[in-house]
């Protein structure tokens, strides 16, 4: 490689690392953990644990690549649009109506979204899961 070369993948290269280094920002991605139990019987709470928690509480378990604009802003709205919808961790008990909701949104497979289930497999909700939901729903 020529000098001339060298010294123009440094002055390409150095900008976007600086550019990568200075976007990212640790506190827009911390979690407000409070453990917070969902519901009071077990495997209902286990279920929106796995498959709600990281956007519907302020439990969210942040990636690391949250912290990586503009992939981070994306997270971030989508999270707090989320919370806004519906936060377990500020709801201390939940109406037939919102379980019904919930349950509808996770039977018709609209939650957890397709694009978080791709990097959250994890989150898939089992027929197993779906019918815990059913019977929750419904009381």
């Known amino acids: 490689m020529t000098l001339s070369r060298a010294y123009a993948a440094l002055a390409v290269g150095l900008p976007l690392v ?3 280094v200075a976007s990212t920002s640790p506190h827009e991605a911390k979690s407000m953990r409070v453990g917070v139990r969902f519901d009071s019987d077990s495997r209902v709470d286990t279920v929106l644990h796995r498959g709600c928690a990281d956007c519907h509480s302020n439990e969210t378990q ?3 690549y949250a912290c990586v604009r503009p992939i981070g802003w994306f997270i971030h709205r989508d999270v707090m649009k989320a919370r806004e919808h519906l936060n ?3 709801k201390p008990a939940l109406s ?3 379980r019904e909701e919930i349950y509808d949104a996770v039977a ?3 939650m957890p979204p397709k694009p978080y289930l791709l990097l959250h497999p994890e989150a898939r909700l089992s027929s197993a899961d779906l019918g815990i939901l059913s019977s929750w729903s419904k009381w």
């Open 62 to 64: 942040w990636p690391w």
């Open 88 to 90: 377990f961790s500020d």
């Open 96 to 98: 037939t109506n919102e």
């Open 18 to 20: 600086v550019i990568a």
């Open 108 to 110: 018709d497979g609209s």
